[in-house]
């Protein structure tokens, strides 16, 4: 096991920005909490509802049979087996049932398309599936993030700060904390926001551009995250090493601290995005994944800007205006403290 | 390779190796903790790489999983596994060949050295030390073990590749390994290359035989009952064969008629309905074996199957088709009053009984005899003969059934509802001898069961009326004979309340009555109570007999089987007053009219009812009999009687009308007669309105006695 710890905990004071992206998050779910749980309780007990879902399987495998252009190979052969197999047939429809839930053309169009089969059952399904939109409607992941079904600019913002879990929100403030407060006391505040909100919305961009055939929600800080951990995997290649947490065996030298180079960090945080979302199929909602890789081009991004000098940290920054606003005179005596701060800049790097 | 290992002389001899510098590895050699905390910190870099170059792999065998597709996970996996070796090779070579060592180890200070030079191992040195490496794994590892086996700490991957690993940092050098180590080492080595050669032996035979038996599997799975092997086996022996579409035609024509006679349960002709529904989008049998399969436990659902039934065949006005004449034979209200809104299901108020009382049910339910003829289909004709059965008795319909069952095979599912259909219409029709006949011969062909089956009905008719008769002593008799000669299923066959009853009174009407005897044969509670009150009634302990009766009446008032109808009968003949007769009215009352025994009960209590002259209440359970069979003399003679006697001398000269029209028609049943004495009915019934339950009402006249057609 290794986890990144670089500078741990900061204080507050030190990572203001950090923590107030923390404090907004934390405030969010709390907001959210009891929707999520009544809106989930909801909505499991209806999905659980195995005629439900298999009536929906086999009206979806309907529809797919009849436009199969539309659907991916995968979706077209489960159909098939739904229609054809006679073994299996009920658990496949069941998994399409599933399936329907996250596809947006079935989600859009299943209340007014035309089936055929069993009408009986079909008009007792449609009754249940229209509460089932009503209640997704009011569901914390629609209101808050974002799905092809509902999509603003302010859900572009929002789907940033919510959280469907405790655990979900858990490790994503983890990677915050360590990794904004890293870059909020090494680059500067102003990196920590661009950067969170930057990937926040290049991942959504790359979420609503990929999620073409599903209708899930994205919600939470993952991708705003991702890009802060690609931020500091890209910027310290050629910088200083990191310091991790590493535990291999339970014995004395097999565990503790090291220094290590940030390539580690691409592989152990990173590679994995790109590995889920070649790995799992699109209906079973790898699009998730496109969020957090967007998130991680926005922060290399970034990263490659600083590097080229283009951005640069917030106290050079705060020096390059207080020049500007100095008078001719006080130019030598300025460029000494200038001098001063960056051999200090330097002897700073040699040491850490 | 080197170093006293395989070919050693051979290879030293070729490459002139410097023994010194060799030698002096051996103080330098990395310590075997060194090695394993190594190769797991490896992990933390590999393992996102491994992840990566699998996943596509990984996603096609999800994919495979899903879709049930066994040679395309297969391939999948094998690609997934192949990919991860070459990558592991890959990760070793070039980390070994270009930094004299995997991450892990750099990490650990410790280097891969070639023993020819030293220094860092060639390429080919280093992708062979890779390849044996990777190989290893296939064997759970136990080469790795050579790090304490071997006197050098050089497991074959190191021998192989003619390498060994130092560690840089002398704290942590190590020495050669001791002989305890060594022995030690080697046994656990030796044990864990046997569970690999375990593990690869059972899951080779496992992988075989999981793909020699899909197909056994997947037929068991058919066996099992999901898709209703008596449909399959019904389709064999009717020699049904053709292509898929019209099998699955004949799969629901079978089905249904099973069902219809009783051959097959609800379940299985849902699968038959689903199975259908999604093969064929809408088909009329769809609709009705749905129907059918949810009727009893979703009314109102059933209905709409009904009528969709109805609506997507393709008929002509005049009359049904086979498969809307079938829905109505099965279920009159439910096919003729479908909409939801006209008919409420739960409401068990009286309304319900004047809309089951109308003449569109009826009228609907004739529209479909109609349109029976002897070549319609099996399920149309089999619902037909079970409606037959349950209207009435009139040689009409008894004639209409033999005309319908000679258009079966009776060697033939489903044979043994027809053996019993033609037996009862014979009974019916006088024709005793025939009908025993006819048991006789099917006896030859009927299974066990069936010929058991057969002869309790006999038995269980000919004792309705509580009398033992020679053909009750005969047709009893062989019963008992038939039951008792089946030793493996004597048991479990008294076990069923209506097999029980009709044994207890075969029974008893054997010249010789041993109660105790019979008590003893009997294994169900409720059984062994009804022959001690049957014991305690022949002894005159009517007391005593009334309360056991009563005894099993309540424990079986949820479930209304046979042991129910049977106390309840045996309680009428104890009836002393009109308070014991209103404990047998409230129990026949909650009888359904399609439940058995619902017939023979009302009947009884009705003349019971008459003989009490309690008129006013025996009118409402002689119209609800007469519903059922309006072409029942005994019944309409006490409804008559009963009308007499409340003074409702329009009503009971209008049923004694009906009856002398049956009797001059020889017992041909007309609509007219049965709406005729519908209207006069709810006539009458609305002038007794407010009058309470047995509230008596004094009498105008004496009852008209018609009792000759008891005895």
Known sequence: MIFPILKGLVSPTLAPMTFLLFALNLMVFVITLDDYDRADHAMDNMISDSSFLEVQGSLFSVMIDREQKIFTPMLQALAKKALDSEADSKESKKLLGSLAIRNIEFMNRADTYEFGGDQIAIESWRRKFTDFKDLQDQHPSYLWGISRIKKDWIQFVTYQFAHSGVLHLFWNMVFLLVFGAFVETTLGGSFVILTYLGSGLLGAYIFSFMSGISSAPLVGASAAVSGLIALVGFGWLRREKLKFFFWLLPMEGYFGFVNLPSWLIIIVSLIPDVTGYLGASREFGSVAYSAHIGGAVWGAGIAALFALGVLKKDHEEAKNSNEKDQTPKDQSSNKSSHDSSKKSDDSQRRAS | ?711
């Open chain 2, 1 to 711: 390779m080197v170093l006293d290992d395989l070919f050693s002389e051979k290879r030293t001899s070729e490459r002139k190796l410097n023994r010194e510098m060799v030698r002096s590895l051996d103080t330098q050699l990395a310590s075997p903790i060194d090695r394993l905390a190594a190769n797991i910190a490896d992990l933390v870099v590999f393992l996102p790489m491994l992840a990566l170059v699998m996943a596509p792999f990984t996603r096609q065998a999800k994919e495979a999983v899903i879709l049930g597709t066994d040679e395309a996970w297969l391939a999948a996996v094998v690609s997934a596994v192949f990919a991860g070796f070459i990558l592991l090779i890959l990760f070793q070579t070039f980390f070994v060949a270009v930094y004299g060592g995997t991450p892990g180890k750099l990490v650990f200070r410790m280097r891969v050295v070639s023993v020819w030079s030293l220094g860092r191992p060639r390429p080919i040195e280093a992708f062979i030390r890779a390849l044996v490496w990777s190989g290893e794994l296939a064997v759970l590892g136990a080469p790795f073990l050579g790090v304490f086996s071997n006197l050098k700490r050089r497991p074959f991957h190191d021998r192989a590749s003619d390498t060994a690993v130092i560690a840089l940092n002398r704290k942590r050098q190590t020495g050669l390994s001791t002989l305890p180590e060594m022995s030690v080492a080697s046994g656990f080595q030796s044990a864990v290359l046997a569970v690999a050669a375990v593990i690869i032996v059972v899951n080779l035979v496992e992988y075989r035989k999981h793909h020699g038996s899909l197909q056994s599997a997947i037929l068991s799975r058919e066996e099992s009952g999901r898709l209703c092997p008596a449909v399959r086996d019904a389709l064999n022996d009717n020699g049904v064969s053709g292509k898929r579409t019209a099998s699955l035609n004949d799969r629901l024509n079978v089905a249904i008629t099973l069902f219809a006679a009783g051959e097959l349960n609800t379940n299985c002709l849902n699968e038959e309905s689903e199975l259908a529904f999604w093969r064929h989008r809408e088909t009329p049998l769809s609709y009705l074996a749905k129907g059918l399969a949810i009727a009893d436990r979703e009314p109102k659902r059933a209905s709409n199957y009904f009528s969709k039934s109805c609506e997507t065949e393709a008929g002509d006005k005049k009359e049904p088709g086979p498969v809307c004449a079938a829905a109505i034979l099965a279920h009159p209200t439910l096919a003729t009053l479908g909409v939801e809104d006209e008919l409420d299901f739960d409401d068990e108020d009286s309304s319900i009984q004047e809309k089951l009382l109308s003449s569109k049910i009826e009228a609907n339910l004739d529209h479909a005899l109609g349109a029976v003829k002897a070549a319609s289909p099996s399920y149309l004709k089999v619902l037909a003969i079970r409606q037959l059965l349950s209207r009435d008795t009139q040689p009409s319909s008894m004639f209409r059934i033999l005309g319908l069952v000679d258009a079966f095979d009776d060697a033939r599912p489903p044979g043994n509802f027809i053996s019993q259909a033609r037996i009862q219409a014979l009974f019916h029709l006088g024709r005793e001898m025939e009908a025993t006949a006819v048991l006789q011969s099917s006896s030859d062909y009927a299974d066990a069961q069936g010929r058991i089956e057969l002869t309790r009905w006999l038995c269980t008719a000919e004792t309705e009326m509580g009398k033992c008769s020679e053909h009750a002593r005969s047709a009893c008799g062989a019963f008992i004979e038939k039951l008792e000669a089946s030793r493996a299923m004597f048991d479990s066959q008294l076990k069923k309340s209506e097999v029980a009853v009709a044994y207890i009174r075969g029974s008893l009407c054997a010249e010789s009555k041993n109660f105790d005897e019979l008590k003893e044969k009997i294994p169900v509670a409720d059984g062994k109570k009804l022959v001690e009150a049957l014991s305690n009634m022949n002894g005159k302990k009517e007391e005593v007999a009334r309360e056991l009766l009563m005894a099993i009446v309540e424990e079986n008032r949820d479930v209304g089987d046979a042991y129910f109808i049977e106390a309840n009968l045996r309680l009428l003949d104890l009836v002393r007053s009109s308070a014991h007769l209103s404990e047998i009215l409230s129990s026949w009352q909650e009888l359904e009219p399609t439940d058995p025994g619902f017939k023979t009960l009302g009947r009884r209590l009705l003349v019971q009812m008459n003989k009490l002259k309690i008129w006013h209440e025996a009118i409402p359970v002689g119209l609800k009999l007469a519903k059922l069979d309006a072409g029942d003399r005994i019944v309409l003679e006490n409804l008559a009687i009963a009308a007499n006697g409340a003074g409702q001398r329009k009503f009971a000269s209008g049923i004694i009308e009906s009856v002398q029209k049956l009797q001059m028609q020889k017992n041909l049943r007309t609509v007219k007669n049965l709406k005729n004495l519908e209207s006069l009915g709810e006539l009458e019934i609305s002038n007794l309105g407010g009058s309470g339950v047995f509230a008596r009402k004094p009498a105008t006249s004496d009852p008209i006695t018609l009792e000759s057609k008891d005895k």
